[in-house]
């Protein structure tokens, strides 16, 4: 049977933060509160600070030395446009709840 929360490496991250193996786990609020709500644990875990809202800008930094960078922001804005255009991305925030601005 799947584990409740779909995404492995939040999973993962929620497992570590549970044996104390990490202090932190950075996500969205509402990824974080569909997580936690799938899998049982909103009662084992705790938000702090200020929470990242899903119509934040997500940003993603490259070093501009390294020569691929260039590829990789490209095959990173190609993909998203893909995902965007034949509905994956649609798919995707509704999994976790999210409204698509």
């Known amino acids: 049977m799947p584990h409740p929360v779909p995404n492995r490496p939040l999973r993962n991250l929620l497992s570590r ?5 990490v202090d932190a786990v ?8 569909a997580s936690l709500r799938a899998s049982g644990l909103e009662q084992r875990v705790r938000a702090a600070g200020s929470p990242i809202r899903s119509q934040d800008r997500l940003l993603i930094a490259c070093t501009p030395n390294n020569p691929k960078t260039a590829a990789l922001v490209n095959t990173l804005e190609r993909g998203y446009e893909v995902l965007r255009g034949d509905g994956r991305l649609a798919a995707i925030l509704d999994r976790y709840k999210i409204k698509a601005d």
């Open 26 to 33: 950075l996500e969205t609020n509402v990824v974080a509160e």
């Open 17 to 21: 933060l549970l044996t104390r193996r």
